[in-house]
Every structure is written in C-alpha cells, then in structure tokens.
C-alpha cells in the first residue's frame, strides 16, 4: 500500500484570523459601500449585481452573528435586552431581502426596498458598533477565537451558496 505520508494537505485557510469584532466591523464596512455603489449604479444590471452580493453578505454576516457571536455575547454579559433586539432587527432584514434577493429592479417599490433595507442595516450596525461590540470587549471573550470560529463558518456559508 502507497503511504500518503509526507505529502502535506493543499489546503490553506485564505483568510488570516482575526478578532472576531473587527471581521464583523468590516462586514459592515463592505455593505455600506455595497449600498452607496446601488446609489450611483446608472444600469439595471448594475443595481442587480449589488443587490444580489449585499443580501449574500448580509444573509451570511446575520446567520454568523446568530450562531457564534451573539450567543457568546449573551452569555457572557448576561444579556436579556440587546441580543434579543439585534435578532428581531436580523429578522426585518431578512423579511425585506426576501422581497428584493433574486427579483428584478423593475422601478420604485424595489428602490424603496432597497432604500429601507440600507436604513434599517445603518441603524442595526449603529446599535452594534456603538452598544453591543463595546460591551463585549469589556468581557473576557476570547474574540481571537471566536473570530477564527466566525471565520471557519463564513467560509462554509460562502461555499454552500456557491
Ligand atoms: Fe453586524
Ligand atoms: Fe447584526
């Protein structure tokens, strides 16, 4: 029998590891200028193409919220009030990409769709940012870790949507 020793895996994770607050920062960075690109967008196909990479990214971002950093976060501050309020606010959002993921940009209702998407996103990553992320890093959450676990399930999103 032919030994694979030796032969070392091709595997290589493509994103390095990093705090778990800062990869949802940047999340949130990405869509917002995924939001302003919709605004100056001047083709139908244009506005298609970002509404379908926002809701994508806003889909995978919620889900690894859900699964990995809320629930370290309610945990460790003890939390009856922001956890519960950012997933009702996960699931406004995922009422309204529901109504414009896949649908073509056939006027205003669906402008205004998206429009009230990216307030309700600001407004979301605004309580985040300002209240929820700051409390968290005042605990004593290994964020290197769960970063690498948020990380570790984006990419398995990612590749599941593919
Ligand atoms: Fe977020
Ligand atoms: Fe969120």
């Known amino acids: 029998m032919k030994t694979e020793q030796g032969k070392t895996g091709k595997f290589i994770a493509p994103i390095k590891s990093q705090e778990a607050i800062k990869l949802l920062i940047a999340d949130h ?44 976060v309610k945990k460790a501050l003890k939390d009856h009030e922001l956890v519960p309020e950012a ?20 006027g205003e209702m669906y402008d ?4 009230v998407l990216c307030e309700y996103v600001k407004h979301h990553v605004k309580e985040e940012q300002n209240e929820m992320f700051p409390k968290a ?18 990419q398995e999103l990612i590749a599941e949507k593919a």
Do not use: W
């Open 29 to 72: 960075r990405l869509v917002s200028k995924l939001f302003d690109e919709y605004e100056k967008a001047s083709t139908k196909a244009m506005r298609k193409k970002l509404v379908a990479q926002i809701c994508m990214e806003l889909s995978i971002h919620a889900q690894v919220e859900e699964e990995i950093f809320y629930p370290a």
């Open 87 to 106: 997933t009702v606010e996960h699931a406004s959002l995922k009422t309204l990409i529901a109504q414009i993921e896949g649908k073509e940009p056939d």
């Open 112 to 115: 205004a769709k998206v429009k």
């Open 137 to 154: 890093k005042a605990t004593n959450l290994d964020m290197v870790e769960l970063g690498e676990k948020i990380t570790a399930r984006k």
